[in-house]
């Protein structure tokens, strides 16, 4: 069976599917209190990007476009992808279901940040990306971790 990384519709079905993952909250939430007030059709835009196997989803991540003027981390700044909520189930890892989620974010060909969560390091690191250096965000308690495709560089500390 051919393992593809798809756009995940915002229905009611992905969302009770959420609800098996770990990362769960208000971001779906808010999509569901969306979708119970004005019942989105299945081809509304969605930021979630998943992996089924078989009729389950098995993993899932969250990939938004960050126009440059918020751009932090990237010298000259940017537009770059936001990934969050990279998910894999726990009976499907080891499979690389993530590694294939990230890659398909980097097909994007857009630097990426995202914030590793505890044990991810290593991870985030086989995958080519490295701590940032920008500081302020570790006064918020993130841990962020930037990609940059070939010819982008990162900012520089003076």
């Known amino acids: 069976m051919a393992v593809k990384v798809e756009p995940l519709l915002i229905n009611f079905k992905t969302l009770e599917e959420f609800k098996k993952f770990k990362e769960y909250g208000i971001q779906e939430l808010s999509m569901l ?3 119970e ?3 989105i059709e299945n081809n ?3 930021p979630f990007y998943g992996i089924y196997f078989g009729d389950e989803l098995v993993a899932r991540m ?3 476009r960050v126009g440059q003027k918020y751009d932090h981390y990237f010298e000259p700044p940017q537009d770059f992808l936001q990934l969050w909520k990279l998910e894999v189930l726990e009976s ?4 690389g279901y993530g590694e ?3 890659s398909f974010a980097k097909e994007f060909n ?3 940040k995202t914030n590793a969560r505890v044990n991810s390091h290593g991870f985030w690191e086989k995958m080519g990306f490295q701590p940032a250096t920008y500081e302020m965000e570790r006064d918020f308690g993130e841990n962020p971790f930037i990609w940059l495709p070939q010819g982008a560089r990162e900012k520089t500390e003076d």
């Open 33 to 35: 209190e969306e979708l």
């Open 37 to 39: 007030n004005n019942m």
């Open 44 to 46: 509304s835009e969605s």
């Open 62 to 64: 969250s990939l938004y």
């Open 92 to 95: 499907y890892r080891e499979n």
């Open 100 to 102: 294939l989620l990230v």
């Open 110 to 112: 857009l630097p990426i």
